[in-house]
Nanobody
Framework: QVQLVESGGGLVQAGGSLRLSCAASGRTFSSYAMGWFRQAPGKERGFVAAVSRTGSSTDYADSVKGRFTISRDNAKDTVYLLMNNLKPEDTAIYYC?????????????????????WGQGTQVTVSS
């Protein structure tokens, strides 16, 4: 089992940047593929970015490609989401998620179902 705690959210003006962090505790962090999802008011939780166990594979939602970067530091048991050129439509609660023991060290998951562990979320608000 793994526990996830997000941090780094806040209020930022459009065009600004934020870096979210997700600290993991419990089982070996490097055995988990990691992802970021977000949920805006009145909308379903949607995929943002994902990274493989080793960090060598990543994937992004089309809406954030070129602006967001996901990375992980297995020595620090932490995954990051660097968000640049933020837009008001990026406003949401951002959730970190972990998928245990993927078959391949390169696999990433872009849907919620494989993720068995979720953090409590961190609010990101982008003002226009």
């Amino acid at each position: 089992q793994v526990q996830l705690v997000e941090s780094g959210g806040g209020l930022v003006q459009a065009g600004g940047s934020l870096r979210l962090s997700c600290a993991a505790s419990g089982r070996t962090f490097s055995s988990y593929a990691m992802g970021w999802f977000r949920q805006a008011p009145g909308k379903e939780r949607g995929f943002v970015a994902a990274v493989s166990r080793t960090g060598s594979s990543t994937d992004y939602a089309d809406s954030v490609k070129g602006r967001f970067t996901i990375s992980r530091d297995n020595a620090k048991d932490t995954v990051y989401l660097l968000m640049n050129n933020l837009k008001p439509e990026d406003t949401a609660i951002y959730y970190c998620a972990a998928a245990s023991s993927p078959i391949s060290p390169l696999i990433v998951y872009t849907v919620p179902r494989p993720y068995g562990y979720w953090g409590q979320g961190t609010q990101v608000t982008v003002s226009s």
